[in-house]
């Protein structure tokens, strides 16, 4: 049974910062690229960032790109999210996934249940 627990959401005002992370179980984490994706209210679920297994490639979404830094420590079997330079517009629930066996890192087949992260002033 794989189980991806996200935690770190919380409140912050725009130009703050949040850290995320997700704890992973149920599965060999060291062998899966792992991504961050996210669901504004009313909107659909957007991809934000992915992972290679061993953390030598990153990749980012361009609304992103420059502010938020994905890494993992498969010691720990965590991933996680530094946010930086947070907007109103980030606001969503934030997952963590788990992508698909030999498939591109926005391509994914498990996520947990989301940690929200609002940005307001």
């Known amino acids: 049974q794989v189980q991806l627990v996200e935690s770190g959401g919380g409140l912050a005002q725009p130009g703050g910062s949040l850290r995320l992370s997700c704890a992973a179980s149920g599965f060999t984490f060291s062998s899966y690229g792992m991504s961050w994706a996210r669901q504004a209210p009313g909107k659909g679920l957007e991809w934000v960032s992915g992972i290679y297994s061993d953390g030598s490639d990153t990749y980012y979404a361009d609304s992103v790109k420059g502010r938020f830094t994905i890494s993992r420590d498969n010691a720990k079997n965590t991933l996680y999210l530094q946010m930086n330079s947070l907007k109103p517009e980030d606001t969503a629930l934030y997952y963590c996934?788990?992508?698909?066996?030999?498939?591109?890192?926005?391509?994914?087949?498990?996520w947990g249940q989301g940690t929200q992260v609002t940005v307001s002033s």
């Open positions: 996934a788990k992508v698909v066996e030999g498939a591109a890192l926005y391509e994914y087949d498990t």
